[in-house]
């Protein structure tokens, strides 16, 4: 199914495209805080974010990958990204997503992770969410909880490069 076009009360969510790419590398995917825990590394250069969009431009007609960048409907910055993609070994969809450092704080993740899985629960019928956080990203905690997901474990992930490690806090999101 295409990745669709959503919105909440602030946020237009729709799939990211290469014209995108200058807006992205400045303003999130080369800001090394943004990037901090993120699985993938922070962008050295725009072509990093350009090889990334086409993979995003690749997947818009996928059924198992959803990725939406989060536009704010008062001014129509681009200031974010989010995705479901479903993991065959967890027999679910992960939920990921990551914003501007300027706008973190403002319940404008909240509100995006809620139209996305919205959208995994009304039109995919999902019933099983997972997601994780990087033990110090306290501000990603923070989301999940807020979104309904609840801790389940302990565990580790590594970056896509293997250059970072991290101990993280695993949750699910069970719908009846």
Partial sequence: MK?????????ILRPLSLNDAEHIFKSWTSDPEVAKFMIWDQHKSINDTIEWLKLEEQNIESEHHYTWGFVLKETGELFG????????????????????????????????????LDYGINTLGEKKFFCRHAVDNIGSKKVMIKL?????????????????HFLSKDYYLWVD
């Avoid at 990745?3 to 946020?11: A, D, G, V, Y």
């Avoid at 565990?155 to 490069?161: D, G, N, P, Q, V």
């Fill in 148 to 164: 309904g997901f609840k801790y389940f474990s302990d565990s580790s992930y590594t970056s896509f490069s293997g250059q970072k």
């Fill in 81 to 116: 990204s989010g995705a479901i993609c479903l993991k065959n070994e967890l027999e679910c969809y992960e939920l990921g997503y990551n914003i501007m450092k300027k706008y973190w704080g403002k319940g404008l993740t909240t509100e995006a992770g809620r139209v996305i």
């Fill in 3 to 11: 990745t669709p076009i959503l919105e909440s009360k602030r946020i």
